[in-house]
């Protein structure tokens, strides 16, 4: 089933690949109203606006009622910060809830992935997770989805 989705971007991945991206060590954040955590987060991607940012995969997970959302950036510092900030796309579910509830009742998870050649691992690694029922904060369910006069639409 993700390769089907996948060849939209003309990506075919092996099950070896998968499962290095998916057993990737991933970096562990809670308390993410504190100051010292977003220093943290930025000890370990760097700066929102530095020249070489790292790519990957964030998964936000609503620890009271175990809700999850996931999102991949080529500029992971810049897409968090926009999360944090709650600035990203409020018209979704996970903004909302975060200001609801408040940051402290997330984790975040963060992947941070290497460069491939042949494909963007992000958007491979993004996608296996939409697939996963357990992700209900994500409203489209498709990893990149692109909008405006470049869509092609997608059916799943």
């Known amino acids: 089933m993700l ?9 075919l991945v092996s099950e070896d690949t998968l499962n290095s991206l998916i057993t990737m060590a991933r970096f562990v954040f809670t308390n993410l109203d504190k100051i010292e955590t977003k220093c943290l987060i930025e000890d370990k991607l760097g700066l929102p606006h530095s020249k070489i940012q790292a790519r ?7 620890l009271d009622i175990n809700e999850k959302y996931v999102g991949s950036s080529s500029q ?3 897409r968090l910060r ?3 900030n709650q600035t990203h796309n409020s018209s979704g579910k996970l903004i909302p809830l975060i200001k609801a509830k408040s940051l402290a009742s997330f984790k975040l998870e963060v992947i941070c992935l290497p460069d491939y050649s042949e494909f963007r691992p992000e958007i491979v690694l993004e996608q296996y997770f939409l697939l996963d029922p357990s992700f209900n904060l994500n409203t489209i369910k498709v990893s990149n989805n692109p909008s405006g006069s470049n869509s092609k639409p997608l059916y799943i």
């Open 3 to 11: 390769n089907e989705i996948l060849a939209y971007y003309n990506i």
């Open 56 to 62: 990957g995969v964030c998964i936000f997970t609503c």
């Open 76 to 78: 992971l510092a810049l």
């Open 82 to 84: 926009g999360s944090l």
